[in-house]
């Protein structure tokens, strides 16, 4: 049913049934299943409630944000399946989500939690922020285990000062592509940013302390992941590539 009001959704998966044993297969659920099997459409017993076209649909499983994905504004019914989950919810822009920071089980309480007030917002927020602050390619494989515990420790300890330092400089607009997440997702966008390092974590010394204007800049998610292909462009390239 449309409420023709923006309103965010966190749907909790079941888990322990046929593709999603584990977070893992969950995940591979979304990469491959959910677009190659079904064409997108995520079947459920029932029809989401309260959801509108363009909303965002966050998965969670276990505790764990794994996925979102923009609701297409279209529920198609299909009895000709053979389980009970015969109502395909039609996605777009799905993304596989890696998030390192459990949900507050309050949040997770009934199976469909609509993102109406500050506290849900914010808990969703948080998990997403904090899933996107370090890429895997930034740290070493040749690492000591003891300092890759390191580099998680200032993950949360540390580096939440130099970065909120740079975006006090220059704001929560892509440096690259001027993506804002506000303005494309409304109040739960807000203050929302990948923060790139500069100077890859992996050749950066114990000793060194980070300048969060010339070390750091915020980029949106996109950018990001081009900045850490092999061989990849420097920032001021592929702003240039952009123009």
Not at 36 to 63: M, Q, S
Not at 222 to 243: D, F, M, R
């Amino acid at each position: 049913m449309s409420t023709g009001e923006q309103m965010d959704i966190l749907f909790r998966l079941s888990q322990n049934i046929e593709g999603f044993q584990d977070i893992e297969e969950t995940k591979e659920f979304f990469k491959e299943v959910l677009p190659n099997r079904d064409d997108n459409y995520f079947y459920n017993v029932n029809r989401l409630k309260k959801v509108d076209l363009n909303d965002t649909i966050y998965f969670a499983y276990a505790g764990y944000i794994v996925a979102e994905a923009i609701f297409a504004g279209e529920i198609i019914e299909n009895f000709e399946r053979d389980e009970k989950y015969n109502f395909g919810h039609k996605l777009t822009n799905i993304q596989v989500i890696e998030s390192s920071d459990k949900l507050d089980l309050k949040i997770l309480s009934s199976r469909t939690t609509y993102l109406n007030t500050e506290e849900k917002i914010d808990a969703v927020k948080k998990a997403l922020l904090l899933s996107s602050d370090i890429y895997p390619d930034e740290v070493d494989s040749s690492l000591s285990e003891g300092t890759k515990t390191k580099v998680f420790v200032n993950r949360f300890e540390r580096n939440p000062k130099v970065r909120q330092a740079c975006l006090e400089h220059y704001g929560y607009n892509c440096q690259i592509c001027y993506f804002n997440f506000e303005y494309k997702y409304g109040k739960i966008g807000k203050d929302s940013i990948h923060v790139h390092h500069i100077v890859p974590i992996s050749e950066i010394g114990t000793n060194y302390k980070v300048n969060p204007i010339k070390d750091l800049i915020p980029v949106c998610p996109n950018c990001h992941l081009i900045l850490h292909k092999k061989n990849a462009p420097t920032v001021e390239e592929l702003k240039a590539q952009l123009k």
